[in-house]
């Protein structure tokens, strides 16, 4: 089989997405559609085998050695024609699967390694919905291209040894299906990106909304809620009947051009053997024997064509799924430096130093302030929102590039070959804090130690609150952090950050949105951890907090 039969789905605008993903499987790809071939090459096979058998039945009788051969022949090729079958289909099953898993885990560690514009939704609908769509272009849609770019020509050639006619019917009424597929087929892309695009918006408005839930029964926006969601349902279903009109047009077009095609077919071989028609065959009428077996491979000439057109909607779909893919992979992001691999903490007395230090942002430069820090010292990053307080966080914790100075870390310059080890060694407080679906013991526990967290809880003044849980450290609170205040949920984060081990403890905003009282409580926390000999950077507009640290650096002074 040719390179152009196995490339012969190509897709141009996301040629990037598909020989990613499907360039570790080529090998199988080719062997599952050389199997394929060859199971539909066995059933001229079986129709000589069958033509046979009646042709001399209906002559002189069929002998029982014959009629055992005949059926011998026919039996043994389509068991033959089975197990290709069978294995071809497992083949391109498992490496669909295989490629699909690859892709995703890709999509996961690149979410996690450089974040994008999509949101959280957008990224679980293409990993866990939309990539899954990609399954049927590989088991289905490319073994249609492959079978339709062999066993046409096969099979009229074979047509043209016994009757011209019926080969001219097949090479003429056959190239019209493809033609006829790729104008609708460019609608049903189209029709394919506007589903696929309302599923992702779909998937992103049910998170706002499930977010925001106790808030719109508290604000009595129930109803409202429920008529926008509602609203989109409708638009999704829209998108998904626009595209299943296309497919069923597809499939009437090409069901009426076989039918035409059969029916010219048919009526030729049976005016010929009527002596109606004397034209059109090689040396005569055509036999009893070779009208039979052009009529039993005439289906099989037009079958291809029918497994392609119902692959067609299959390839639409996961076009556009490719074409997200490529957009996705184009967008520019923030690569972390590193690998984000669990490795030892970097060795040498803790310090912390930024000289000339600029963070290389997608489109702009954020210039960080040159500070230095040694253990137990805090300090406060202070300025208005938006001048890049948080982004100097990241860029110490390695995970914002430089594009200009340095970070130099226990007597190291932060890069590739430290930032792993650096990042044992610190521990992250975000404004927005973020719980899994695990027992909160377990989630406190970041390194696995095994060890005793009721000291931390202590130091992080969540001591308390977490025995008044219902289940105390075995309750599961969420990734909202269900029955606890945004205070609790951030005195929790500062214990985790204890139970973490690290040096340094970087804070984003720890105060913001909080009462006063319950801010108080976690800058009591804060200097509680300090004297533990744990040096503390903290990104805020709360004054109080930065005179608590002591010394300040201000951003975009």
Known sequence: MSDAATDAPALPPRAAAEARLFGPIRARLRLAGGLSIAAGLLWPVQAAAIALVISGWVAEGVSAARLAAGLGAFFGAALLRAVLEHRAG???????????????????????????????AALAALAVQKLQLLAPLVTRYRLAMWRVSVLPLVLAALAFSLSWVVGLIFLVAGPLIPVFMALIGMAAEDAAKRQMAEVGSMNAMLMERLSALLDIRLLGASERAAAAFGARAEALRERTMAVLRIAFLSSTVLELLAAVGLAMVAVFVGFTLLGVI???SWGGSLTLGQGLFLLLIAPEVFQPFRDLAAAWHDRAAAAAVLSELDALEAEPRVEMIGQGAAVPPLPGRFSLALRGAVAALPGQSVPLPDLALGPGEALAI????GVGKSTALAAIAGLVPLGAGAVEVCGQRLGPETADAWRARIAFVPQRVHVPDAPLGTWLDPRGTGADPWPALRLADADALVRRLPEGL???????GGGVSGGEARRLMLARAVMAGGDLILADEPTADL???????????LARIRAEGRALIVATHDPALAEAMGAQEEMGA
Do not use: K, N, Q, Y
């Not at 560690?109 to 959280?120: I, N, V, W």
């Not at 009462?515 to 926390?525: S, W």
């Open 474 to 480: 075995a309750t599961r609170l969420g990734e909202r």
């Open 90 to 120: 497992g083949i391109l099953f498992v490496a669909a699967e295989s490629a699909i898993a690859a892709e995703r885990a890709r999509l996961i560690r690149r979410a996690a390694r450089a974040p994008s514009s999509a949101g959280s």
């Open 382 to 385: 202070t300025g208005p929102s």
């Open 515 to 525: 009462d006063a009282e319950t801010a108080g409580r976690i800058i009591a926390a």
């Open 278 to 280: 004397r034209i059109g």
